[in-house]
């Protein structure tokens, strides 16, 4: 049975050396994701706020509030 590159005779710290990089890889995409993502929501929600016809009063009556 032939195995994969990753993993060698010693293929069990292999392999978990390659899960612990595929997850920091992960983590470190959706984080670059996150950062790019965030200052768009802002600057959407400044827009927004500064459009006086987005803060209407019939708008602000469907918002339920406590």
């Known amino acids: 049975m032939a ?3 990753a993993v ?7 392999l978990g050396r390659l899960t612990a990089l595929v997850g920091a890889g992960y983590f ?11 200052p768009l929501g802002v600057a959407l929600a400044a827009v927004g706020y500064s459009c006086r ?4 009063p019939f708008r602000s009556r469907s918002v339920w509030s406590s």
């Open 3 to 5: 195995l994969p590159p």
């Open 8 to 14: 060698g005779r010693t293929g069990e710290t292999r």
């Open 28 to 38: 470190f995409v959706w984080t670059v994701f996150g950062m790019a993502a965030f």
């Open 53 to 56: 016809r987005w803060r209407a």
